[in-house]
């Protein structure tokens, strides 16, 4: 009688120890929003294939509350965690009879994430526990320059980076234009909004300098994606300081009246020139008109004499020449 009973305890034993369920090592990245399956599978002698004789259950592994439970050959869903409502599901009668015993979450949300654990129980049960992690993309980072005109070299000037609706929360490193890693006068902040989601900020303050180049890195280490964004601070983007600006204008004012003083003398000669030019003409067209009416004079009153006209000294000598 002794001998029987210990041999049923040994064979017990070693049923219960042939019925195995497989896991993932690793945790379970799900997309916010997305589906996730939760993979667990049994083998083993007892796993039949005879549904009547199986039950699965899935619960949070801190807190016991029921995510999902198969018994009886139907799902048993009364006693179901209301966060999960419509949300879960195994995969069919075949799937079970040939071992596989995966929950399938919906929608899954931020407050999904934790240890879940997968019971399947024949005659005896097996257990093991996995870890779900929820991880949400950012959106691609801004930054903004504040203020952002009428900037001088050396001013103090703050730059901020925001990205929107990611989880967990992110990693936020500044760099300069040399690629090195900015720490110093640095502040980031991260809100969760209703649905958990991050909202990143991080202010750098800077001395600014003509030609200066700066990065906004945020990292999301589950998704192992960077999102990257660049500010790059030019010339043009700068004003003047007060004194070289006032210097600058009362030159060009200086350089503007003395080029009306200079357009303004040059056309008072232009104009006396001009004067002249016209005076001298007058002058010569008088003087021409004076000499011919002279000349008609003394023609005149030679003729009425009845003398004649006494000639030039080179019209004598043409004409002793003659003779």
Request: glycine share 8%; with cysteine.
């Amino acid at each position: 009688m002794l001998l029987s009973l210990l041999l049923s305890s040994l064979l017990a034993v070693q049923t219960m120890a042939k019925l195995e369920l497989v896991i993932p090592e690793l945790p379970v990245v799900a997309l916010f929003g997305r589906d996730a399956v939760l993979n667990c599978s049994f083998w083993g002698e007892q796993a039949s294939g005879n549904l009547s004789e199986l039950s699965v259950f899935w619960q949070l592994t801190d807190t016991k509350r029921s995510v999902h439970a198969f018994t009886a050959g139907a799902d048993q869903l009364a006693d179901q965690s209301p966060a999960f409502l419509n949300r879960t599901s195994l995969f069919g009668r075949g799937a079970l009879s040939e071992g596989n015993a995966s929950l399938l979450l919906r929608r899954v949300r931020v407050d999904d994430e934790g240890s879940y654990t997968c019971f399947v129980r024949v005659q005896n049960y097996a257990s093991a526990a996995m870890l779900l992690q929820v991880a949400a993309p950012y959106t691609k980072p801004m930054v903004t320059l504040t203020p952002n005109s009428n900037l001088r070299p050396g001013d103090k000037v703050e730059l901020t980076c925001m990205a929107y609706g990611g989880y967990p929360e992110a990693e936020v490193v500044w760099q300069d234009g040399a690629g090195h890693n900015l720490t110093d006068n640095l502040t980031v902040s991260q809100v969760a909004t209703e649905l958990g989601l991050f909202s990143v900020r991080s202010v750098l303050t800077v001395m600014l300098e003509p030609d200066s180049t700066y990065h906004c890195r945020l990292t999301n280490a589950l998704l192992g994606d960077d999102g990257h964004a660049s500010v790059t601070i030019t010339g043009q983007n700068m004003a003047f300081p007060p004194v070289v600006l006032g210097v600058t204008v009362g030159l060009a004012v200086c350089l503007l009246v003395l080029l009306i003083a200079l357009a303004a003398v040059c056309r008072k000669k232009i104009k006396e020139s001009c004067e002249e030019i016209r005076l001298e003409e007058e002058a010569r067209e008088l003087e021409e008109e004076a000499k011919a009416g002279l000349r008609d004079g003394k023609q005149g009153a030679q003729a009425e004499e009845g003398q004649t006209p006494v000639l030039e000294l080179s019209d004598r000598v043409g004409l002793t020449e003659t003779q």
